[in-house]
């Protein structure tokens, strides 16, 4: 299942995208994630995925922020740490 994270306002949009069925909720990501955006949760399957906290989901943009520098962006510390194409940004 694809989940997305986040929200869209007149700047952008703004979300994480998680391919659950690749996760294996081994939590990398989220000790790799500097702001604390992501945990570990049980989805409908008891299944450990990660997701997004809710307390970042309107604020990703701002999250999100120092690990996107404007220009020569790095790979994304939460992206790096997770295998290819399970989590991506939209922005």
Known sequence: MIANYGYKDGSGEYFIVM????????????????????????????EKVAA???????????????CKPVSNRPVLPCVAACKPEVLRHSW
Request: proline residues 5%.
């Open 19 to 46: 391919d659950t069925d690749r996760c294996d909720g081994c939590g990398d990501c989220v000790t790799r994630c500097p702001a604390g955006v992501l945990e570990i949760i049980l989805n409908d399957y008891d």
């Open 52 to 66: 997004v906290t809710d307390e970042h989901r309107r604020k990703l943009k701002y999250s999100c922020a120092p």
